[in-house]
């Protein structure tokens, strides 16, 4: 597993929270930032803060340099063809918004199909909802098999020559399942659809190859990478890029403006009107260098080693549920304790120093699925080690005792 060195890199984790050394198991909502991160954040605002591309001075300069040059880190990371295959958004779910808003509403029609799980984050499934509004399009859905998980039959089933557009997570925020993107983004081909990977819970953890996946879309968020909030990135074949429409307009965006028409610049630029975010896209270069220094496969390794562990040691919590597979899964696991609302058992956890997530994780209708109103989840990253999980066994055993009524 990554050694104790790792970290020490992170400041924030030598704090106590209540009494306790803070143990974070929430790296799924956000990680935390390695000291090089914020390092280069304040090195930015320090000396290189200016705004990108107009400037002539050298700190526009610089800040350019940067901007551009995380840019290109990012295209290298997830092995795009091409560095204006990389839109800089403010996250996951902007990226999607774009596909949905420009690449969807201008191939769908009546009757088309636009191909989901019930698995889907809301940022996967709202923007869908809505180009199907406005399009006449049909959302349908993959079905789950009883662990949460989805099969390449009930792909192929789901998959027609009606549909349009698949979208679908990488990895499951709440179940932990690791989807089949490369083998059912084939099949969306053979029917003539393309396919757009939520990528927010996957880039972290897991080398990501969009050539080999050969998906057409792909997001990310830099803040559950290490990076900072605030920014992401939309990755896009160039070949379908260039035939979209931005979806934002204004300055830095446009080629040629004069009163009644205009014209746009070139990929990436087309699409990141207005001032981009210069410091957030400087800090996910950094933490892309941090993780590449890791090893992507030594952080995977590392995930499912520790969440192997603590599905183990979780097994002796009497009254526990855990959701999802058990193999073929990412790192975190989703469970409820009992009868006991997964925010008194998040609560009782943060008197302890653990910190956990609770609550229905923007899956609404995957928790309808479940048959529950809401869950606990516990997600590990790099910084995270077995000592870790044995005091959130330790916290969620004190729980058990505490609301012992509730339980059974």
């Known amino acids: 597993m990554i050694t104790a060195e790792i970290r020490e890199l992170f400041p924030i984790l030598k704090q106590d929270v209540n009494g306790h050394p803070l143990v974070y198991l929430d790296s799924a909502a956000t990680s935390q930032k390695p000291i090089q991160v914020i390092e280069a954040l304040k090195h930015y605002y320090e000396w290189d803060n200016a705004n990108v591309h107009r400037g002539v ?22 092995n795009a063809a091409s560095e204006q295959e ?40 709202i923007p869908w909802q809505q180009a199907a509004k406005k399009t006449g399009a049909i959302l349908k859905y993959i079905p ?28 499951s925020n709440v179940l932990g399942v690791i989807n089949p993107i490369k083998e059912i983004g084939q099949i969306a081909h053979k029917h003539g659809a393309k396919i757009m990977v939520d990528g927010a819970q996957s880039t972290p953890h897991m080398p990501v190859d969009v050539q080999d996946l050969d ?3 792909y997001a990310l968020s830099g803040h559950k990478m290490c990076g900072p909030t605030g920014i992401g990135a939309l990755y896009g074949k160039k070949a379908l890029l260039n035939n979209m429409e931005p979806v934002e307009f204004g300055g830095e965006m446009i080629d040629h403006v004069d009163l009644y028409e205009s014209t746009w610049k070139e990929l990436p630029w087309k699409f990141e009107g207005g001032t981009p975010m210069i410091a957030g896209a400087v800090g996910l270069g950094a933490a ?43 790192g975190l696991i989703t469970f409820n304790l009992g009868d ?28 309808r699925w479940l048959e529950v109103s809401s869950t606990a989840r516990a997600s590990f990253y790099l910084y995270n080690t077995e000592a870790d999980v044995d005091r959130l066994v330790m916290a969620l055993q004190k729980t058990k005792e505490y609301f012992g009524h509730a339980i059974g």
Do not use: W
Request: net charge negative; charged share 20%.
């Open 57 to 78: 001075h050298t700190l526009g300069s610089r800040a350019t340099d940067a901007y551009e040059g995380a840019r290109a880190k990012v295209a290298k990371f997830i």
């Open 86 to 125: 990389i839109i800089f958004t403010r996250g996951t779910t902007t990226a999607i918004n774009i596909v949905a808003a420009s690449y969807a509403q201008s191939v769908l029609q009546e009757g088309d199909e636009i191909v989901l799980t019930p698995m889907e984050h809301h940022s996967n499934l």
């Open 144 to 171: 789950l098999q009883p662990d949460g998980s989805i099969t390449i039959e009930d792909a192929e089933k789901t998959i027609t020559d009606r549909t349009k557009i698949v979208s679908i997570v990488y990895v």
């Open 215 to 217: 998906c057409d879309f």
């Open 288 to 330: 892309i260098d941090f993780l590449q220094e890791v090893g992507m496969d030594a952080i995977f390794k590392h995930d499912l080693e520790l969440t192997n562990y603590a599905l183990e040691r979780m097994k002796g919590i009497e009254d526990l549920t855990v959701y999802g597979p058990l193999t073929n899964r990412a």
């Open 340 to 367: 006991v609302h997964p925010h008194d058992v998040a609560t009782v956890l943060d008197a302890e120093g653990v910190a956990i997530r609770a609550g229905h994780h923007c899956t609404q209708p995957l928790m």
